[in-house]
């Protein structure tokens, strides 16, 4: 189904409409998430993530013809010591939750980012998903030079994001981001000794790509 697309900045207001989709689009596939043993997602997900909307870094796109949301792209600022507190936080958290953040923390330091640009911030993209009847529509890519511009904006020099999943993956490639790191989750699953993540085919690793603004 071809559409017409317009991208905007969440507000406020939008929150509960934000979190609607992310729950009904995102979750249910992401690969992080469905890995883990525990099924579904958590409220400190949903927390961590909707806390980025008084950053004016969550986006909406919108099918142009009827105003229904089609995609919904959630970044946040990232800075030197976040994954010291992502561990931190870890030891607080609920047991789903607290795999995930040593997970995420081990992820953001093979990458060392803000390290490898020598920059004290930067802006990582957490979230890009769209509705499953759009897709094709190349909802993702227009997310993503959408938040490159919003980013240039707001005055950061570096965007980020951890793809978890191929498709990502493709996007990123095709928006001309670089390749820093790559976690396989059999890595990850050796230094805990225990395999803890157990992904679906073909989704076995995250890579970290970056794309100066």
């Known amino acids: 189904m071809s559409i017409n ?8 207001a ?3 409409a934000v979190l609607s989709f992310i729950r009904e689009h995102y979750y249910k596939e992401e690969p992080i998430t469905i ?3 525990e099924p579904g997602h958590t409220i ?5 993530s909707m806390s980025h909307i008084e950053h004016d870094t969550i986006l909406m796109a919108f099918n142009s013809d009827n105003n229904e949301i089609v995609g919904i792209l959630i970044a946040g600022p990232i800075q030197a010591g976040d994954a010291e507190t992502m ?3 870890a030891k607080k958290s609920s047991k789903k939750w607290s795999d995930i953040l040593k997970f995420l923390a081990f ?6 980012v803000l390290g490898k640009f020598n920059l004290d911030r930067a802006l990582h993209c957490h979230i890009l998903t769209s509705h499953q009847k759009y897709r094709g529509n190349g909802i993702g890519q227009k997310l993503f030079e959408y938040c490159f511009e919003n980013g240039r904006d707001l005055n950061y020099k570096l965007m980020s994001v951890d793809c978890t999943s191929v498709f990502t993956i493709k996007i990123a490639e095709r928006c001309g981001m670089e390749c820093i790191s790559t976690v396989r989750y059999d890595e990850y699953n050796e230094i805990l ?3 803890l993540f157990q992904p679906q085919e073909p989704n076995v690793e995250i890579k970290t790509f970056v794309k100066k603004l």
């Open 107 to 112: 992820i953001e330091q093979k990458a060392d």
């Open 193 to 195: 000794g225990e395999c």
């Open 35 to 37: 890995s883990h043993p």
């Open 5 to 12: 697309i317009t991208i905007r900045v969440a507000k406020s």
């Open 87 to 89: 561990l931190e936080d």
């Open 14 to 16: 939008d929150h509960d």
């Open 44 to 48: 400190d997900d949903e927390i961590f």
